[in-house]
């Protein structure tokens, strides 16, 4: 009969979960912040102890690990809106699904001795050694994964940016375009270009919005022909996403008439940004 370890039980799922929300992060691209990966992890962990639980119908077990599924999504990455939390959602069930698929049919077709399946869950007996070459080689391939996934697709990803302006925080999904060349003609600094239903507090007359905030028309050219939109310089702004998290105040917030919401962004950040990214302020 085998011994089954609550700590071992929890460590090891705990690990296991980190590993594929990082992974589900890359495939989203979704922000990424490890103490909210880690309590995700962890709540995934505890869960995991539903293993001593005899004799529950696979029906139930499916329907509970969808609901902690969920729940996990949601402590790792926060709500924005149904289109985005549904994308993080299938990336994080997919990894978990085709891992889960992968410890079965190795439960199957090798039965290794110190290996028990149950529930949708796996436990393997192991010493600290084990796990911490194992907890390596995850780290390096996810690091891989990252710097793969990093280069090969830098435009289509999806920033979470939060600004600071008039003493409130606005957060919200931005896409990474490197064709993006919008700019303040004055200072030459880069400008992320955001729906304006975002700001709403400032004021659309420009004579009215406070001095500090430097507020000018920045001229812009669309396929529809040329016009200007109304940015602001915020106190700062902090950019998260795959091994990217810094704050910069060296860029300007334009405020864009036209709607930009779609669903998985509300604003376009210019590659400038990241390039430059360099004597920031890392968090």
Known sequence: MQVVYADVLIILNTYVNFALLRLAAVISGAGVNRLRLFLSALAGGVYSLVIFVDSMPA??????????????????????????????????????????GLMFALWIFVRPQTMLFNNQTVYFQF????????????????RVICFITEKRAPKGHIYEITVC?????????????????????????????????????????????????????????????????????????????????????ELFIGLSAAKIKNGDFEAVLPYEILEQREGKTYV
């Open 127 to 142: 010493d600290t050694l084990t796990l911490l070459i194992a907890t390596t080689v995850c780290y390096v391939l996810l």
């Open 165 to 249: 302006i008039m003493e409130r925080s606005v957060t919200c999904n931005a896409l990474l375009d490197s064709g993006s060349t919008l700019k303040d003609c004055f200072t030459s600094l880069p400008v992320i270009a955001a729906d304006r239903s975002l700001f709403d507090f400032i004021p659309e007359d420009i004579s009215e919005i406070p001095k500090k905030l430097r507020p000018r028309y920045i001229p812009l050219n669309t396929v529809s022909g040329d016009g200007a939109m109304l940015a602001v310089r915020p106190d700062k702004v902090r950019i998260r996403g795959v091994n990217c998290d810094f704050e910069t105040s």
């Open 59 to 100: 029906a139930l077990s499916f329907a509970l690990k969808i609901a902690v599924s969920a729940l996990m999504v949601l402590i790792a990455f926060g709500y924005k809106n149904f289109a985005v939390y549904a994308k993080k959602f299938a990336a994080f069930f997919f990894v978990s699904f085709l891992f889960a």
